[in-house]
Structures are given as structure tokens and as C-alpha cells.
């Protein structure tokens, strides 16, 4: 499986971006996506994550600013990031899964993208 991800770039604080990530290769074991990020000198952290029952997952700090959405005919989440603040910049991966646990910690993810930067300017 493959992930390529999309859709980083520079924005202002208050602004918005739509991050996309797509799956491809053999994904029909594929059952949750997840977007993970990681600021320089910081650990890969837990950002959302959705499976294709339609389940949700935020981490707190984004709830309510960001929603994460997918379209499991095409193997592709979304990642629709609102009010965005300097501490969002870093860089964002996406990551699929094939059974649904652990969806907010790495373990839960068998499969990573490249990751792609996203830079909030105060």
C-alpha cells in the first residue's frame, strides 16, 4: 500500500487548509486512515482519524477546528483544517490501518505516507 499525501503549504494564523491523502496498491484490507504530525523536535503526534464505519477521532487541541472525512470507495481521507494556529505548523502524515484498534497511537497504523508541511504564520 501506498499513501500520497497533499494539500500542505504557508497560510496565517486564522486561515485554512485541506490536506488530502490517497491509498493505493492492495487496499482492500484497509479499514481506518489517520493523519499524525510532527513538529521539529517533538515526538509523531496523534491529529484524527476516521474508519470506514464512519467513526471519528480528534485529538483535543483540534476538536472543533478540524474534520477529518474520507470516501472509502476511492481509499482517500481528507483532513479539512479551519482557525489554524502557529502551534498546528509541522509536518503532516498520513497512515492507514486494517483493523480498526489503537486509531490514536502509531501501533494502530500498518501503512504511512511521506508526510507533507504545514507552516501557520502568527
Known amino acids: 500500500v501506498q499513501l500520497q499525501a497533499s494539500g500542505g503549504g504557508l497560510v496565517q494564523a486564522g486561515g485554512s487548509l485541506r490536506l488530502s491523502c490517497a491509498a493505493s496498491g492492495s487496499t482492500d484490507n484497509i479499514y481506518h486512515m489517520g493523519w499524525f504530525r510532527q513538529a521539529p523536535g517533538k515526538e509523531r503526534d496523534f491529529v484524527a482519524a476516521?474508519?470506514?464505519?464512519?467513526?471519528?477521532y480528534y485529538r483535543g487541541s483540534v476538536e472543533g477546528r478540524f474534520t477529518i472525512s474520507g470516501d472509502n470507495t476511492k481509499n482517500t481521507v481528507y483532513l479539512q483544517m479551519s482557525s489554524l494556529k502557529p502551534e498546528d505548523t509541522a509536518v503532516y502524515h498520513c497512515?492507514?490501518?486494517?483493523?480498526?484498534?489503537?486509531?490514536?497511537?502509531?501501533?494502530?497504523?500498518?501503512?504511512w505516507g511521506q508526510g507533507t508541511q504545514v507552516t501557520v504564520s502568527s
Open positions: 497512515a492507514a490501518g486494517d483493523n480498526g484498534r489503537w486509531v490514536r497511537y502509531a501501533r494502530g497504523y500498518d501503512y
Open positions: 476516521i474508519n470506514w464505519s464512519g467513526s471519528t
